[in-house]
């Protein structure tokens, strides 16, 4: 019941959004997992461009690995995120459904529209746009008041300035051992000329 339901709203995503299926038709007849640790899904490109889930039985072309915590950084906006995105298989096909993925739009306020009208869809997709932003805000405040906490109060994460001078430090030894090996090298070796 769930396959057919996830289907529906994924051809429905590209329905409204008609530019990702030039993109896609490029891929089509392939498989892409994603790998949410918990959860395994599989995406198919079907011969329009549309996508449609897939069963387990198929091997995928990729597969991306995203942890819920990536996941969550992702949809809060961490750039950083992205780069710690595994990929096993095509990586190009993987690349460029990502791409696709992050540019795609639902148009819920047209959906609504259809159910209740235009005016009252509009104003509940003000009310939905303000309240993300309001638990964006108050996430974003949050996590700063923790890490303010956790680096001046109780000290469990690193102030920046801390592991700056902790790095250039151990660079400093790094080089200093560097030298040391050398001086240790020519010593070792005017000995043996002595003998």
């Known amino acids: 019941m769930l396959k057919p339901l996830a289907t529906r709203f994924l051809q429905h995503l590209t329905q ?10 490029e891929f089509s007849g392939k498989t892409i997992q994603f790998d949410f640790v918990l959860l395994k899904a599989n995406l198919i490109i079907l011969e ?12 995928p072309e990729a597969t ?3 942890p819920p915590s990536l996941a ?10 992205k780069t710690q995105i595994k990929i096993d298989g095509d990586t190009h096909l993987a690349t460029e459904f990502s791409k696709i993925l992050q540019n795609i739009r639902w148009d819920y306020e047209d959906d609504l529209s259809k159910l209740v009208g235009d005016i009252p869809a509009n104003k509940l997709g003000d009310l939905s746009r303000k309240t993300a ?38 660079d400093t030894l790094r080089a200093d051992v560097a030298r040391f090996e050398k001086r240790l090298a020519k010593l070792i070796k005017s000995t043996e000329l002595r003998k």
Request: charged residues 25%; hydrophobic residues 40%.
């Open 133 to 170: 932003q309001s638990v964006k805000d108050t996430s974003l405040n949050l996590t700063e008041m923790l890490s303010e906490y956790w680096q001046e109060e109780k000290p469990m994460i690193a102030k920046k300035r801390h592991v700056e001078q902790f790095n250039a430090d151990v």
């Open 72 to 81: 969550l950084r992702i949809l809060a906006g961490d750039d950083a995120a």
């Open 48 to 59: 329009d461009g549309s996508l449609a889930l897939g069963g387990e039985t198929m091997p």
């Open 16 to 25: 409204q959004n008609s530019w990702a299926k030039a993109y896609l038709l």
């Open 64 to 66: 991306i690995h995203l």
